[in-house]
């Protein structure tokens, strides 16, 4: 059921199509390998966006950028005890960066929690519908003024091509069924709508989440040594709320929709380093947050 609130007075293959990913951090390299104009067009927009997101324009030396970053580093490690603070920022820094048209948009927070990047998109003017399975996490979204729907992420309810745009930021790893939240996505954008999909890989650094860094003993295992060594965690225990996640998995789940252009693929927190993503296996551990830029195509 969908509510409105009041106003306020707010295994590591490369699957993916190698046209489609990312050629180098040049655009030269693009436009030399034989793109058409449709696709070299994509491959501008994407450039120009993953650019602004988090990292590659202006240069990882600017002395805001670096400042904002080790700000955000310093929120980090006391997220798991007070994780409001760096996630607003972490949404207001995002939001602020898209190159996305926002203004009048519909869009879509896919697994809002309690609507961070909601808000932030609404100050900027779009039309946001906040999706979440948690109710907690629906009335804090609905309290600042978003409209929200308690959802299932994988069955949504609204009509195809509602959106024109979709952000799904760190929920992949929260569903046991990723492939079915790509086939939403794709249903519900708009043909030249986009998509920014974010999570965080399994064996990154935080991969584990609570149980991090006893997952890289395994799901199971790591469990049960995290659990004798620290007792249960108070949230995201591996196949309760928390999933293995890999970016060769993700990377063919899209290449096996045809309503949806990759456009590209790279490390959230640092997208200058995109080369990273490209590279099977090491993409898997030193990636940490893995961004995708989608297009919505027809098909």
């Known amino acids: 059921m969908t509510h409105t609130a009041p106003a306020p007075s707010a ?26 104009d449709e696709r070299w067009s994509a491959v501008q927009r994407a450039r120009l966006l993953a650019g602004k997101v988090l990292g590659g324009a202006p240069s990882d030396d600017d002395p805001d950028r670096v400042a904002s970053k080790r700000e955000l580093f310093m929120l980090f490690l006391s997220e798991e005890d007070d994780p409001e603070p760096f996630y607003v ?13 926002l ?3 519909r869009v879509l927070d896919l697994g809002s929690g309690p609507g961070y990047y909601s808000r932030a998109m609404q100050r900027r003017g779009a039309q946001v519908t906040a999706i979440d399975l948690g109710e907690e996490n629906m009335r804090s ?14 069955v949504l309810p609204f009509a195809d091509r509602s959106f024109d745009g ?13 492939e079915k939240i790509f086939d939403e996505i794709e249903r519900v954008l708009r043909p030249g709508g986009w998509a920014w999909v974010s ?23 790591g469990s049960k040594l995290y659990i004798r060594m620290f007792g249960m965690p108070d949230r995201n225990l591996p196949f309760t709320t928390l999933w293995p996640t890999y970016i060769s998995q993700m990377l063919r789940l899209v290449e096996q ?27 898997e551990v030193v990636t940490w947050n893995c961004l995708l830029l989608l297009e919505r195509v027809s098909a």
Not at 141 to 154: F, K
Not at 166 to 178: A, D
Not at 199 to 221: D, Q, R, V
Request: charged residues 20%.
């Open 11 to 36: 295994d590591a293959d490369d699957a993916s199509d190698p046209s489609a990913a990312p050629v180098g951090d040049g655009w030269g390299a693009e436009r030399a390998s034989g793109l058409d």
């Open 89 to 101: 920022k972490l949404a207001e820094r995002s939001v602020a960066e898209f190159e996305f048209p």
């Open 103 to 105: 203004d009048g948009r």
């Open 141 to 154: 979204a609905a309290a600042a003024g978003v409209r929200v729907a308690y959802a299932d992420g994988t």
């Open 166 to 178: 979709v952000l799904c930021s760190n929920m992949l790893e929260h569903t046991p069924t990723p």
């Open 199 to 221: 999570w965080t890989n399994w064996y990154s650094p935080w991969g584990g989440h609570s149980i991090s860094p006893m997952h890289y003993f395994g799901p199971k295992l």
């Open 257 to 283: 929709r045809p309503g949806l252009r990759l456009l590209d693929a790279l490390p959230r927190y640092y997208p200058s380093q995109r080369w990273i993503v490209k590279v099977p296996g090491l993409r």
